[in-house]
């Protein structure tokens, strides 16, 4: 297994483009969200969903947004990039309602700055 | 809501000294605690979990203890190595849906040989 891939690793945007974050996993879980994560503030939810068709707001969701067509597939949309969107951006996958199995798998990362 | 506070860092030590970090949670329900670690550059990596009150997590001589009566999970270790110079964070999940993690602040922690 792959486990979560994130692509790309790297990014640099002028304020006001707009990208697509991808996030892919091979583990079938039902469960996925996006970080971000900033210096002094521990990592904070943009977006979750807890299967295909169905996803909602986290803790900063402003500026984002998000879909799922499939289980395998959560891309994380930019629409007008701003400095204060400058973060290292982490994916996130795990079964969500069983107890026992929970651990959540994180990607790699992706750093974004925005310019 | 949910929320999680670690002690303020970052942590200096020198190898084979003691750790603790220092976490606490407020929460609604029976959450589940989790350490994640993070080495530099990398993403998070579930370190221990505890599911339960008085459960005992622990991993690479990491040991962690859920106290519902303090509402903590101190992360110790006896003998830290250089190698466990990382970020550390604490971090509860549980109510609907164990996959959404409240995170705490992180703890930077350095070894020096």
């Known amino acids: 297994n792959a486990g979560v891939t994130q692509t790309p690793k790297f990014q640099v945007l002028k304020t006001g483009q707009s990208m697509t974050l991808q996030c892919a996993q091979d583990?079938?879980?039902?469960?996925m969200s996006w970080y971000r994560q900033d210096p002094g503030m521990g990592l904070r939810l943009i977006h979750y969903?807890?299967?295909?068709?169905?996803?909602d707001q986290g803790e900063v969701p402003n500026g984002y947004n998000v879909s799922r067509s499939t289980t395998e597939d959560f891309p994380l949309r930019l629409l007008s990039a701003a400095p204060s969107q400058t973060s290292v951006y982490f994916c996130?996958?795990?079964?969500?309602?069983?107890?026992?199995?929970?651990?959540?798998?994180f990607g790699p990362g992706t750093r974004l700055t925005v310019t | 809501g949910n929320s999680v506070t670690q002690m303020e860092g970052p942590v200096t030590l020198s190898e084979e000294a003691f750790l603790t970090i220092n976490c606490t949670y407020t929460?609604?329900?029976?959450?589940?605690l989790f350490w994640y670690v993070q080495y530099p550059g990398e993403g998070l990596q579930l370190l221990l979990k505890?599911?339960?009150?008085?459960d005992k997590g622990s991993n690479k001589g990491f040991e962690a203890t859920y106290r519902k009566e303090t509402t903590s999970f101190h992360l110790e270790k006896g003998s830290v190595q250089v190698s466990d110079s990382a970020v550390y964070f604490c971090?509860?999940?549980?109510?609907?849906?164990?996959?959404?993690?409240?995170f705490g602040q992180g703890t930077i922690l350095t070894v020096h040989p």
């Open positions: 583990m079938n879980h039902e469960y």
């Open positions: 996130a996958s795990s079964y969500h309602r069983d107890r026992d199995k929970y651990e959540q798998y």
């Open positions: 971090a509860l999940g549980g109510g609907t849906s164990y996959g959404k993690l409240t």
């Open positions: 929460a609604t329900g029976y959450p589940s």
């Open positions: 969903s807890v299967g295909a068709g169905i996803t």
């Open positions: 505890a599911t339960k009150a008085d």
